[in-house]
């Protein structure tokens, strides 16, 4: 595939947000289908895209999920990419294989060495969050290797994503656009609407015996300081703990998410203040379980302030999933955490695991 099949799309505005333009299409240029995604707009394609790159896991997760892995060229920070996760559905990732873009901040040149037929990246998440981003170099890159498309859609506390967020799904189904991989994606949803809204939700117990979790990060095995996520603002990465219909436990409290200028964080007397019955702790999903209790937990539960929450006490602190959540590592997140949370309701496996992997290899 020519890289200048693609049909580059978009202007940059004085906002900072890459404004949806991309319809100056001459007679020869006309592409064979377009997508259209906040903030950049609608974008065109000649061909379908056969190298990407990304930089967040759960981008990485929805195009390995519609059988794209092969043509993966980047993520931001390898040791946040679990992709042990995915061998329960017959997928191996080469992390080895990857160009990681955050190397001290993230440089322009990385774009043009791979030379990636699109990036699943949203421009703005690169402008606001890296020194020395300018939105010329987006201007450049698109007009130099391939577009750009995606929307920071993990979190929803930055002040310069004032256009629309999207769920999971939703942009999970604009990625699948991007690769002509409707038929994976429809399977995918089917299955998310049978389990994770179906069978799981189906077995909840009532609203009023569900826990208030406070959700935050550390990746010490001795904490001391943790940066909080309120769930309404931490997008598709607490999306397990909504689909489990776990209650906020900081609603109300003036505690704020992390933000790209927001680097806050909250101590032991902070967290005893709003006393959660669970916390979950992101920061740790290289360990096991049992890995969590014997150096976390035990941590907690021998610190003066710490071994006062209710949740220490009570044994309920739990890993909380990793910062940037997919539709793989979601399924997977609903059912650890359910069984974590309800344990009276859920056990063993709750979703088919070689069903996941037909729709990956394209036999869904």
């Known amino acids: 595939m020519q890289r200048r099949d693609f049909v580059k799309a978009g202007t940059v505005a004085a906002t900072g947000a890459l404004a949806g333009c991309g319809g100056l299409f001459s007679d020869s240029d006309e592409p064979e289908y377009t997508v259209n995604m906040a903030p950049v707009g609608e974008v065109g394609f000649q061909s379908v895209p056969e190298s990407w790159t990304t930089y967040t896991p759960g981008y990485a997760e929805m195009g390995i999920a519609l059988g794209?892995?092969?043509?993966?060229?980047?993520?931001?920070?390898k040791p946040r990419f679990y992709t042990d996760w995915y061998t329960d559905f017959g997928v191996d990732i080469d992390k080895g294989?990857?160009?990681?873009?955050y190397e001290s901040g993230v440089g322009k040149e990385q774009f043009y060495s791979i030379d990636a037929d699109v990036q699943i990246i949203d421009p703005n998440w690169l402008i606001n969050n890296f020194k020395g981003w300018e939105e010329s170099d987006i201007d450049n890159i698109v007009e130099e290797t391939g577009p750009f498309i995606g929307n920071a859609i993990f979190r929803q506390t930055d002040k310069w994503h004032d256009y629309k967020y999207y769920s999971m799904y939703e942009a999970f189904e604009k990625i699948s656009q991007v690769f002509q991989q409707q038929d994976r994606y429809d399977a995918f949803s089917t299955m998310h609407e049978e389990y994770v809204r179906g069978s799981v939700a189906d077995n909840l117990p009532p609203e009023s015996e569900?826990?208030?979790?406070?959700?935050?990060?550390?990746?010490?095995?001795?904490?001391?300081?943790?940066?909080?996520?309120?769930?309404?603002?931490?997008?598709?990465?607490?999306?397990?703990?909504?689909?489990?219909?776990?209650?906020?436990?900081?609603?109300?409290?003036?505690?704020?998410?992390?933000?790209?200028?927001?680097?806050?964080?909250?101590?032991?007397?902070?967290?005893?203040?709003?006393?959660?019955?669970?916390?979950?702790?992101?920061?740790h999903e290289t360990q096991s379980a049992q890995e969590f209790s014997d150096t976390v937990v035990t941590y907690l539960q021998n610190d003066d302030v710490a071994s006062e929450l209710t949740a220490v006490q009570n044994g309920r602190v739990y890993r909380g999933g990793p910062v940037y959540q997919g539709p793989l590592s979601n399924f997977l997140l609903v059912e650890r955490t359910a069984k974590n949370l309800y344990p009276d309701s859920f056990s063993g496996e709750l979703f088919d695991r070689q069903r996941v992997a037909d729709i990956i290899s394209g036999n869904n």
């Open 97 to 101: 294989s990857l160009t990681q873009l």
């Open 68 to 77: 794209q892995a092969d043509g993966l060229k980047s993520i931001g920070f």
């Open 210 to 283: 569900r826990p208030a979790a406070m959700l935050v990060y550390a990746a010490s095995n001795e904490p001391t300081e943790f940066a909080p996520y309120p769930l309404k603002t931490t997008g598709t990465g607490a999306k397990h703990l909504r689909d489990l219909g776990v209650k906020d436990a900081v609603e109300g409290n003036d505690v704020e998410g992390l933000s790209s200028t927001n680097r806050t964080k909250i101590d032991f007397e902070t967290m005893l203040e709003v006393d959660p019955d669970v916390i979950l702790i992101k920061g």
